[in-house]
């Protein structure tokens, strides 16, 4: 259904290129203080044995990201269909239970390849709240990212010529710490993505909510995958 998104339009190509680095900034700063800055620091986070930490963490950059972007969760067209809504409420339970029970299960039958403190795919209930807290994280950026270039030009196909690169090169930051081939995958669902969010966040009605959906599941798949 169409999104009737209200942009701003007529964004300079230098105003554009301001906001797109703010987005880098954050996303950068996010994963180089979770990876670099607060270990040197003396303070490790991890997934698995400081979950609430490392979701507490991801939860200030969530407020940074709407200080910076206030108007982002307006603009993306969240309505009051429960459609979408009982099908996020559904998804989420579905992960937490694949996350307590499934994979752990899994695991019995292969150790998991990737073993890492901020990507690690780790066959734990704890690995749940601190994921999805850096998920919406990117979704927000994600979100800022796609209306600022819609603001640029509204034209669908543009946003996602231009997003796919942006995306894809800003997990490039999963070299620190993952095996090549788990980064190769997710550069390509990086570019992949782009034939999907960018249309879902600007032409469907809570395609924000739908595109985060999409994005959780292909850190499931990922997980599976890298079953070993």
Known sequence: MSNALRLTQGYSFRHLVWILCGITILWVAAYAGFILILPLLGLTLSYTETPLLSAAYY???IAVALFFFPKTLTRVHLDQSRNAYVALAV??????????????SLSEYGAIT?????????ATPAFFLPKMAELVFQQLLIAALVLSIASFDNNVFFVSL????????GHVLVLL??????VELVIV??????????YLILRVRNGFIYSFMLHWAFYIVLTVLFLS
Request: hydrophobic share 60%.
């Open 91 to 104: 998804f989420v339970s579905l992960t937490a239970f694949f996350y307590s029970s499934v994979l752990p």
């Open 59 to 61: 939860v200030a950059w």
């Open 114 to 122: 990737v073993q890492s403190g901020n990507f690690f795919l780790g």
């Open 189 to 198: 669902g990086a570019v992949v993505s782009a034939a999907t969010f960018p």
């Open 177 to 182: 710490e993952v095996p090549a081939a788990f």
């Open 162 to 169: 231009l997003y796919g690169p942006l995306f894809a090169i």
